[in-house]
């Protein structure tokens, strides 16, 4: 299929697409002899797993280096993804929610000071 139905079969925009070729998440895909991108039923199963795990709050840098990984993920939706590989990753991602809630709870709090209780 072609970019654009690939990208509506997996939820996703041909830009997101060319984005995840572009940065090493997608393998490049089969062209045509006029030089358009051929996609299969595999790929769009990766665009899927790209975006649970972008919705997840990882980062495309996050998931960058672990592409082989996805395969698994494509062939196993229920397999954990904290594995040697991806557990630092997944760590690092953690710290950096609980350090950005911990901004924000602080950052209430002190709104909720300058105007007071009832605003809260």
Known sequence: MRIGDAAA??????????LYEQRGLLPPP???????????GTDVARVRVIRTLLGLGLTIEDLRGHAESF?????????????????????RRLAAL?????????LRAALVHAVGPAAG
């Open 30 to 40: 089969t062209r045509t002899s006029s030089g358009q991108r051929v996609y299969d």
């Open 9 to 18: 079969a997996a939820g996703a925009t041909p830009r997101a697409l060319r």
């Open 98 to 106: 609980d350090a950005e809630i911990a901004r924000l709870t602080r």
């Open 71 to 91: 395969d698994l993920l494509v062939a196993d939706p229920a397999r954990r993804c904290a594995n040697a590989s991806g557990g630092p990753v997944v760590r």
